[in-house]
Structures are given as C-alpha cells and as structure tokens.
C-alpha cells in the first residue's frame, strides 16, 4: 500500500493509486493545474472508407481491428443504465480474445454487470474504474479487486480525460441511433435514451472509438451527439439496450407523509430566499424527494407568476411539463431519465442536450453549474460541518456513484432534502464514512425536524428569518435524533486497507475507501 | 528564399515557409501524419467569474487582458464576409496599443479588410495567414507582404490548427448573438450570418478566446455553435456587422445565355449518370452557374420523381426550397449565403450547421466530402490534364481564396462547370498558373461548347454515351478556343519571388505562387 498523507479536509490519502502518483485535495478552488490537454492521435481519411461505411461484422473485429490487446483500457457510457446490454458482450469477446487485464473505464457500472466481477476473477478484466453501483461495488469494497476503485463525478471524469490521467485505448460507445459513418444520437431509436454526452470525451480523446447500435440510419444520422470523425468502427447488434431498464425506475414520486414534507419545506425554503426571482435558475436529482420539490416549487412559481429562464436536468416528464407550461425557458439536460424527457430532447429545440464538458468540467473557462441559482441533492451522510458523503453507505460499502453531485456544489444555494434518519440509522453524524462535499459547499440541509442553514450564508439566514420556516442548528437536530434511535450510530467496522478512493472535481485526493470486512 | 524542390505534382515549392520546415506535396492520400493533435492549455473554474459573467468593457481590454504580445497570432473568422466591423477595430486597438508584428490568421480577408494593408505598412501586422481576397491578395502578389502567404482550403486550416502547424494565440470571434458566458450563435440577432462554425477550431484550441456581439441575450444562448465553455472575454459592440454585406450579393443566378447552358448540361450530365438516384447527394457552390445547375437538377428530380438525401450547402433560398419542397431530407450546411438560409438553419432541424472538422478536415477519422454523389465548383483555369487553379487570376494575382473547394474534391464525381473563356482570355490552358487541385480528383468540365470527361472515369464515359450529351475531349475544346480568340493565352509575367504557397489538404505544399511585378 502506498503512503498516505492527510489533505487539506483532513482525510488520509494515498500519494499513489494503481501505480500512479496522485495530488492530495488543497481545498476548494486552490489546485493549480499545468500543462495542456490531453489529445488524440492525428487520423487521416485515406485509412477510412470513402464511402463512409465504417460497418464491420461483430464486436470481436471491431475490437481486433482496434488493436486491442492485455492490459489496455475500454471505456463505455452509462446512459443504459441498468439496461446496457453491451458491456457484458463486450468483455465475453475480450476473453474469448484471450485477453488479461484490461482496465474498463466505464461512466458508471450497474448491477446488470455483475458478469464482470467473473471477468475479474478470470483476470479478464484487472479493475474497473468509474462509478460502482452495486456488486461491482461490494465487490470492490470488500478488497476483490485488483487495484484501488477511483470514484468521480461526471465533471471529474471529463476533467481526468482531458487532462491526460486516464487514457482510453478503445471506447465502446452505445448508440441508439447512428448511420455507417459513426455518427449517433441518443434521442431516437428502440432504445432511446436521449443523450449520449457522457460518451462525448471518450470519442474525442480515445485511440480507437466503436460505435454500436440497433438502429442504422442512412447517413446523416441527425444529430449526430457523437460525430463520426471521431468513430472508427460501427457494429450493429440486434439489441443493445432493454428499454424498460434504460429508463430508470427511481423517478417515482414520493408517497412517505415524511419525505413529502422535506420536498416542501426545500420549496418553501427556496421561495423566501432572494434567489427566488424572475429568471431564476434550479437543478434537482432525480430522486423521489427532489422531483417532490419541484412540484411543489412549480405550484409556487404559478401562484407568484415566477418563470425560471432554466432549469437542469436530468430530465423527467415533471420537467418538461415545466418547459412544456411555459413555466422555464429551457431544460439543459444531463441526462433524461424517462420517455416524456427522451421526447421531449428529439421535438423541442428548448430542451438541450448538454455535456459534462459544459456542465461540469472544472478545468474548464467556467461551467454551468456555477450558474444554477439552486441546486436540490441527495447525500447518505452529513456531518455537523456540513461535509456530505454520498457514495458509502453507513456500512462502508461503496454502492452508489458520485453522479454530477459533487460539480453541482458549485451552484449558488446548495440543498440537501434528506431524512434525519434511514432503517433507525441517523444520516446525521459526527463524521462522515466518506467525505465527497467539502462542508463549505454545503450550504442547507432540509430534514422533516427542521431546516439547517449553514453559518457561512448569512444572506440566507437573513433571506428566511421570520417567515415562519423551521430554520434550527443542525447540531440540535443530529442531538434529537440520536435521542429517538438511542444514540450515535456505530462506527462501521472497517479494514485499514485502502480499496478505493474519492476524487475531487480538480482531480486531487478528497478521501480514501478502506476495505469493509465480509 | 529558401531552397525550391519539385513535389509529386511536379512544381516547384519552397521547403520552409515564413521559417517553418514544409513537407511537398506527395499525391493524394500518401502524406502520412504523425504524432498527436495539438491542444490547448488547461483552464479552471475558479480563474473564471463564479456567474459566469465574462464581459469587460473595450476590445482593447479584453486583448489587453488576453496577454496579447508583438509577434503573437490572432485568428478570426470571415462569416460576416465584406461586412465585417469587428477586425479592423482589433488591429486599429493593437496599434493604440503599440503593438507590433502580429500574424493575423483569418478564414478569410475581404476588400473590406483593406485597412489591414495600413497595418501593414506601420508594421503591426507582419503578415496575414489566410484567404486573400481582393486588396490583401494583390498587395501580397506585389511581394510587399512581410512573409509569404500560405493559402489554405477551409478544411485545411482546420488541419493546420488540429495538427499544431498554427498556434494562435487570441482568436477574436464576432458573434451575432452571445450571451455573457461566452456561448454564441450567428443563426438570429441583427447581424446573422448563419453559423460561426469557421470559428470553431478557433474556439477550440487558441489559448484566449474572445466573443464580440452586439446581441447579448441571457444565458443560456441556444444554440452554442461556439461553447462558452472554451471562451475568456466577452465584448459587446453597438454594430459588429453589416448584414447587406454579411449576406453575399453573388448569390445571383446567371443570366448569361452561355452560362445557362453549362448549368443545363451540367444538370443533364448529372442525370445521364448511375449516380443520381434516390437518395443521392449534391453539394453546389454559391457562383450564378452552380444554383443554375443545382435549379435544373431540381425540375428534373421532380420530373423523375427522384428525391435527395442530403444537399450541401453554402445554403441559398434555392436549397432551402428543396428542403421546403421535400426534394431532401437534409442540408447540411457550411456557410449561409441569404437571409432565407439563416431562417431555415435557426427554424428548421434538418437544416443542419456542420463545421470544416466535420466536413472537409483531412486529417479525421473520414469527412462527409468524400460521402457527396456530386460536387459542382467554379475555376479560374484547367489544364488538359484536368489539373485546375482556383485562387490566382491569369494574370497571376492571388485575389480569391480557396474556400472548401479542395476538400470537395473528395466527392464521388467532381464537376467544374466553366465557361471556355473569359474577357476573351481561355480559361483552358497548357498549365495552370497556380495548381490547386491535382487532375486525377476533377472528374468532368462542362463548357458552353461541350462536356469534357476525365479519362480515368470510364464509368461515367459509359453511363453517358449515347445518350445525346455533347461529350468532347478537352484538348479538343481547347483548341477550339484558341482557334477562336487567336492562339493560346499570354503567360503571366511573373517575378522569380515566391510569395505565397498553396496547401494541399494534408498540410503539404502543392504550389509557390510567385510575385507579379507592378
């Protein structure tokens, strides 16, 4: 195990994962890069068809064509979801190939991948590294894997291409339309799931990109969301998504009498502030309790005769309802997550398909979210400080993604609507499993038990008092329900090995994932 | 002078060029890159206003604040053509700021453009690197440009830039709607021109980047044809174009009785061979004999009940009947040449905007160049071997730029629709005075006297015979010119100088153009 440092938040860190050396957190907004960009490999047209045909017979040519070989690194988007019928096919090739090690450098795994936990026990694959939801993450946490798991946000993994720290030898890049040529869309198809942005770095600096799709169209492909110039193959299978899992499942409303009442405590809260204004700006996760919070906003912002110029997505039919009332502008879309916002995207040039380059890349001459006036999220586990963890459970195990969470700090109001406590477990805790959001990110934290306020907005203190809101330290609320559930929390029980780590949106070491003990 | 060696082309052509190294030209598709793209420096967030409000006050402060230096490169694009208000008050404001041999890499200069010449003289602008049009071409011609004029097509400047050959250091990019982050669009605001994708490299890889609009609407901006993402300053302007002259007034058709019919055998030609047919594709160029071929071409699709795939544009309101009309499901546009291409690009979704990376870059993983059926382009003069010159006049001034036409040579069948001569000079001739492209990729030339085929294209000799087309050889249309006007045109006299080079797509050195004494 490498040497571990402590960083400007405090944690332990490793100066080095999976062999390379790595810059310990410094705080927020003080790393420095250097350098330029990362940058592909000089193409030139006459080593492509002509015609334009870049068709080749099965994912195995395309993948031997590529030059793939042992220990090279694949990466894939998630827009499938837990959907992708991909991903497995692939790796099934890579051992046929009687390949080793690879490193799969995916956007986000789902539980529809277990497969590859037999892959690694193979050595087919050697890691993974990206978002880990699910048993690939159990797997990890429980120190399975070979190599430490990397967890970023969607901005984080921009940033990592971009900037050279990880190298994508051949992207495998779904898509639910596209012609021979490579250029595709998300937007369209029987497998429809609206963008492909988070595939987008991996087809502008990958050696070798690899279109694969169900749905073939004459050339142009209109949009093309990934462009053809950056694709070298294009496969078509007969199936390549299950549309019932590329379409979440976790958009449902909430019906819990408690979690409704969070939603609009975060509505209420965000009317009083100064914030809340003609031309305003919101991004909400896709949560049952953030989707409840934007319903009740929106009935506020028809009774006030507020519109919004945008709201953010990912996108559901509540939200393009809003576009849809007149109620915003635009919806500038991460990722939709049901059919209402896949229509939506493909028919109404106001909602905009955006991209973590756009959106989130901190290495970049500003982003959008910094942009957002509020910003609604979800956490496991919030600290007195108002440090967040969201990618631990309270057992340690590493089972969610970082998702956009993290680069969405950088919104004007940041609000955490969460319950003060899960299956008798406080979310309120002395000190987070995990450390993702920096506390002076963090700006409220909405429970059923009241509305904690972070001491360093005082504008929004102001903004609130005496407009008979349930404004109260967040100390006094963690010391309420540690008194209902009969005291703090356990500790997990956690190994000192180092099995993963929690990138910062700059690329520094924010924390470190220590094994937990089967 | 640098040394001159003969490239495959057989002409002679300077081995460096204003103090760089070239590589000859060396046949179509043999130059073989190497090494990776060039890319900018990496940014971040926290150098970037928190709101994303990167407005400053002046031109000059926003060049002031880019670092601008004596001897740096500052890049521009030429939507806005001859009504362009933005550059010339850039260089006026170097001058202010006593600034001193600036290379200045526009897509293209035009007559407007003159004051550059000025600049020139007072030495803050060393040289210009980009299309010459009128004024700049003649007063480089004459050899009083400080440097040699290097002459690329559209496609390959964006090569040029991609592959690191050009660094520029602050591209100025006019916008005919911006908001205040920097994402910008021309296809709406009172100075539209339609897209600002000349620019886009532009965006993507100098080191400061600066939006000038005299729109500036809330962000978000939609559509970003340029990402605010990549942009540092915004500058606002009461007037940054003249839209009588941003729109081009070339975009007449021909009424010349023999201009016509070269554009009706042009059409008849087009039909006659295996590749119209449904779904085929065309791209015509803006010229008065080009729309009167593609409107001939147009009542026969009717007639024949053939429909298009896609057009290419520069768009006109003639392409945008077609699409209107239902001829084609799709205009993929470069350029917008009337106010009737800019409202079917902002209104309408399968008028699409493309980019040189997308359409012309040689130096990519395919272009939509090679995927057209047909192209039909303009000459200034072809030899009997087909080789064609399209910037030099034949008195040997450089007076127009090269545009897409290289990269449309790519097409399946390439048309050069000319008239035999011109002010009684033949257009026909023993040798180009400037090759710009090589005659294996020119597959016909129609002249008011007769089609002429290349002989390498026995596929199209069989598709037409017998078939009523006046199908001649070209050599002996040639004479016949010249048994008309009186003998073979006069050589230009030209000096020994070499004053500019002619790229070929690949970024290798086709032609010298030499210095025509005063």
């Given at each position: 195990m490498s040497e571990l440092v402590k960083n400007a938040a405090g944690r332990m860190v490793p100066?080095?994962?999976?062999?390379?050396?790595?810059?310990?957190?410094?705080?927020?907004?003080r790393f420095q890069p250097a350098g330029r960009k990362a940058s592909a490999s000089i193409a030139r047209c006459s080593d492509y068809p002509a015609n334009g045909d870049k068709r080749v017979g099965s994912l195995r040519e395309a993948l031997e064509k590529c030059g793939l070989r042992s220990g090279m690194t694949i990466s894939s988007h998630h827009h499938f979801r837990n959907g992708d019928l991909v991903m497995n096919q692939v790796f099934d090739a890579c051992a046929v190939m009687g390949l080793q090690d690879l490193v799969?450098?995916?956007?986000?795994?789902?539980?529809?991948?277990?497969?590859?936990?037999?892959?690694?026990?193979?050595?087919?694959?050697?890691?993974?590294?990206?978002?880990?939801?699910?048993?690939?993450?159990?797997?990890?946490?429980?120190?399975h894997m070979r190599g430490e798991a990397v967890l970023r946000s969607h901005g984080g993994r921009w940033q990592a291409v971009q900037d050279g720290e990880v190298h994508i030898d051949v992207a495998v890049l779904a898509a639910p339309t596209a012609d021979a040529f490579g250029n595709a869309t998300g937007d369209r198809g029987p497998s429809a799931c609206g963008s492909l942005n988070f595939g987008l770095v991996d087809?502008?600096?990958?050696?070798?990109?690899?279109?694969?799709?169900?749905?073939?169209?004459?050339?142009?492909?209109?949009?093309?969301?990934?462009?053809?110039?950056?694709?070298?193959?294009?496969?078509?299978?007969?199936?390549?998504?299950?549309?019932?899992?590329?379409?979440?499942?976790?958009?449902?409303?909430t019906r819990s009498p408690d979690r409704l009442l969070i939603a609009e405590l975060t509505a209420k809260f965000m009317r009083a502030t100064r914030f809340y204004r003609e031309g305003f700006s919101m991004q909400a996760g896709a949560g049952g309790t953030a989707?409840?919070?934007?319903?009740?906003?929106?009935?506020?912002?028809?009774?006030?005769?507020?519109?919004?110029r945008f709201m953010r997505g990912g996108s559901t039919k509540y939200l393009v309802e809003i576009l849809e009332e007149g109620l915003t502008d635009y919806i500038l879309d991460g990722q939709t997550f049901d059919l209402d916002g896949v229509r939506s995207m493909r028919e109404n040039p106001n909602h905009v398909a955006t991209s973590p380059f756009t959106s989130y890349n901190w290495h970049g001459k500003?982003?959008?979210?910094s942009l957002v006036d509020f910003v609604?999220?979800?956490?496991?586990?919030?600290?007195?400080?108002?440090?967040?963890?969201?990618?631990?459970?309270?057992?340690?195990?590493?089972?969610?993604?970082?998702?956009?969470?993290?680069?969405?700090l950088a919104a004007n109001v940041t609000i955490l609507p969460i319950p003060s406590f899960r299956d008798?477990?406080?979310?309120?805790?002395?000190?987070?499993?995990?450390?993702?959001?920096?506390?002076?990110?963090?700006?409220?934290?909405?429970?059923?038990?009241?509305?904690?306020?972070n001491p360093r907005r005082q504008d929004l203190l102001d903004d609130v008092a005496g407009k008979g809101l349930p404004i109260r330290p967040l100390a006094e609320i963690k010391a309420e329900v540690e008194g209902i559930v009969g005291g703090k929390p356990d500790k997990p029980a956690l190994g000192d090995e180092v099995v993963g780590v929690v990138k910062w949106v700059d690329g520094t070491v924010l924390d470190a994932i220590r094994r937990v003990p089967e």
């Open positions: 100066t080095e994962v999976n062999g390379v050396p790595q810059t310990p957190y410094q705080g927020v907004g799969w450098f995916p956007s986000a795994s789902f539980p529809c991948h277990e497969p590859a936990i037999a892959h690694q026990e193979a050595g087919v694959i050697k890691r993974v590294e990206g978002s880990l939801n699910g048993p690939l993450g159990a797997y990890a946490s429980h120190g087809s502008l600096h990958a050696d070798k990109v690899i279109v694969v799709t169900d749905n073939l169209v004459p050339f142009p492909c209109v949009p093309w969301q990934i462009q053809g110039n950056n694709v070298d193959f294009v496969v078509e299978l007969d199936k390549i998504g299950d549309p019932e899992k590329i379409i979440s499942g976790t958009t449902v409303l989707l409840a919070a934007t319903i009740f906003l929106k009935d506020f912002m028809k009774a006030d005769g507020v519109k919004s500003g982003n959008f979210a609604v999220l979800g956490a496991t586990e919030v600290d007195v400080d108002f440090n967040a963890n969201v990618v631990t459970h309270s057992d340690g195990l590493m089972l969610h993604g970082i998702g956009g969470w993290q680069n969405c008798r477990i406080p979310v309120l805790v002395d000190a987070v499993t995990t450390l993702c959001g920096p506390g002076e990110l963090i700006d409220v934290v909405v429970t059923e038990r009241g509305i904690a306020i």
